[in-house]
């Protein structure tokens, strides 16, 4: 496969077919609950099983990557880490020291520093799979990379930031899918046990014919770092990445696209159109928003109010809720009739004095490795890149709908060539003088002329 020839595999050509697959129509009511794998769900695992030992390369040593990463070898028997890719050399540094401290040496002949070191570790004939956590903006080109290598592949959200990525996440799924290989995502609602067991109960028609949707991550300004003395302006912004929308797609897509996807999942199509609105008030740091309040159409007089702030000293709170003709439910635990009464609740396992434990035996984060290997093992094929590339985009539409001010519609940010990356990744200096979007202007860029993406 290292033969095949990149322009060929992400051209037009390729991409012409692709449309809306995964999308189906809107559940409704049925007489009996399918069984997950009617469902296209995954299964709900104790532990991955036996099979050969499976060696994984993390690209993306950070926080998140090094939580990854031990998620997989916590996952099941005969697994280990065997290379690391990282930009910066002390986030290598301090994941070894990590799994050094777990007795799981890293050889450093296999650890592998900047833009391309990504190519270098999923080089290594031994790695099976690879653990992509890098920031979103190169996961396509990562993901193309582990295809060609021949990988299996764990993605964490968001897939990309712009639909040029979107596009190329498709692309190279569908080619995994051919050859074989299997690739899960980090939306891990979709591997939470109450989270299914929900669905499986609205599919069954539990709360009648779905009529409308909302979804909402409110919480805190996330976390940003002060310049360091040294640091050139490409090395301010990948460490800062979150703070920057080329890097991270905005927190409409770095967070909110948890609770949109499951939207997007419980309905069963992507929406039609988005309209809203966002701002900023509050940043010192970077060019997103503070807030965003987008309304997605799916149609048929269907919508889902979807909401996401990052401002200090506010109301927080993190989930979705759908309605339906004779109930509505949080999507994770708990369906109400439209009185409000409870009609049915998870029943959590509970702990050594008989009480609830409010969470599922095995963690999602874990659950969705467990899955990935035992798809592997057991030859149970998986696949989660175009779905979670699709909810990915929802987000990307919302997101230019409030950046614009306009009605954004799915054909048009699907076909849509904004590329937010620059035409050239190298350290250095960057002019930086990034605009923050402004609604009803007639063409937003939010890069600077060295980068090459505007939003539509």
Known sequence: ?????????????????????????????????????????????????????????????????????????????????????????????????????????????????????????????????????????????????????????????????????????????????SVGLNVVTGTQRRHQEDYIETYKKVAAGAIGTITSAKAFWNQDHVWFREREPGWDDMTYMIRNWNNFCWLCGDHILDTHVHNIDVINWFLGKVPEKAIGYGGRARRVTGD?????????????????????????????????????????????????????????????????????????VIPPYVQEHMHLVYAIRTGEYVNEAEQTALSTLTAIMGRTAAYTGRAITWDEIYKSDMDLGPAKLEFGKVDMAFPTPVPGTPVITTVKPAFNGQII
């Open 1 to 177: 496969m290292d033969n095949i020839n990149r322009r060929k595999f992400i051209g037009t050509a390729a991409l012409a077919g692709i449309g809306l697959a995964g999308a189906g129509a809107i559940i409704s009511g049925c007489k009996k609950a399918p069984d997950n794998k009617e469902l296209g769900l995954p299964p709900v695992l104790r532990g991955a099983p036996k099979g050969k030992k499976l060696r994984a390369a993390l690209i993306g040593a950070g926080a998140r990557g090094t939580g990854a990463a031990i998620n997989f070898i916590s996952s099941g028997p005969d697994l280990e880490i065997i290379a690391l890719a990282d930009v910066f050399q002390d986030k290598i540094d301090a994941c070894r020291e990590r799994f050094a401290s777990f007795n799981l040496p890293i050889p450093e002949e296999n650890c592998f520093t900047g833009f391309d070191g990504y190519k270098k570790a999923m080089a290594i004939p031994d790695v099976d799979v690879v653990i992509l956590a890098t920031p979103p903006q190169f996961r396509p080109d990562h993901f193309l990379e582990a295809v060609l290598k021949g990988k299996h592949a764990f993605l964490e959200k968001p897939l990309a930031v712009d639909p040029v990525g979107i596009r190329s996440i498709i692309t190279s799924a569908k080619k995994a899918e």
């Open 288 to 360: 997103q928003y503070d807030f965003f309040s987008i309304d997605f159409d799916y149609g048929n007089g269907i919508s889902s109010h979807s909401m996401c702030r990052q401002i200090d000293s506010c109301a927080n709170a993190t989930g979705e809720i759908i309605m339906g003709t004779e109930g509505y439910t949080n999507c994770q635990n708990t369906i109400w009739d439209l009185k409000g009464n409870v009609i049915w609740q998870f029943e959590y396992p509970k702990d050594e004095n008989g009480n609830p434990m409010n969470q599922t």
